[in-house]
């Protein structure tokens, strides 16, 4: 399992399932066009720090800047759940009335072009609603569960390092 592997080559693993993850969710968004909210791109964004952080971690020799990238990386996952722990309890308790964000077509007509360009970076879709599950899990549910796991892997990491000096 990952007693044996070093901080290094879990962290490489750690950074190609990220990559892996946001593959998925831009196929679920391209090709069968699921449209996210601004929840889903806030996960989004932490999903390629976490990978980023985890990548360059990957590369480092030096063990303080191992433990420095893993605490990093363990913040913004932690982060990323909070996002998509918030969205699962929107998705089990919705509110009355829900603003997400505006409807893409509205804000093309009825903002400047350099105004409407970030908005729709925020994601147009509705944050409460679920469009695909898989084993009875949203992508909210499932995006809480691999922030989570990474959390705690990352917790393992440090631990381990502490542990063996």
């Not at 990386?73 to 009335?97: C, D, H, K, N």
């Not at 603003?99 to 400047?112: I, Q």
Request: glycine share 12%; hydrophobic share 50%; charged share 10%.
């Amino acid at each position: 399992m990952l007693l044996g592997l070093s901080v290094r080559q879990v962290m490489g693993v750690i950074a190609a399932g990220c990559v892996g993850l946001l593959a998925y969710g831009l196929y679920l968004q391209h090709v069968e066009g699921l449209v996210p909210c601004p929840m889903c791109i806030v996960q989004r964004y932490a999903l390629v720090l976490v990978a980023l952080l985890a990548g360059l971690t990957a590369t480092s020799t030096r063990l303080a800047w191992q433990l420095g990238g893993v605490v990093a990386m363990i913040l913004t996952a932690g982060f990323g759940a909070f996002v998509a722990a918030r969205q699962s309890w929107l998705q089990w308790y919705p509110p009355e009335a829900v603003s997400c964000g505006r409807d893409f077509y509205g804000m093309v007509e009825n903002f400047p072009l350099q105004r409407a360009i970030p908005m729709i970076f925020k994601g147009s879709g509705d944050c409460t609603k679920v469009d695909w599950t898989f084993l009875g899990g949203s992508i909210a549910n499932w995006s809480f569960l691999c922030f989570g796991g990474i959390a705690l892997l990352g917790s393992y990491l440090v631990w381990r390092s502490a542990r063996s000096r």
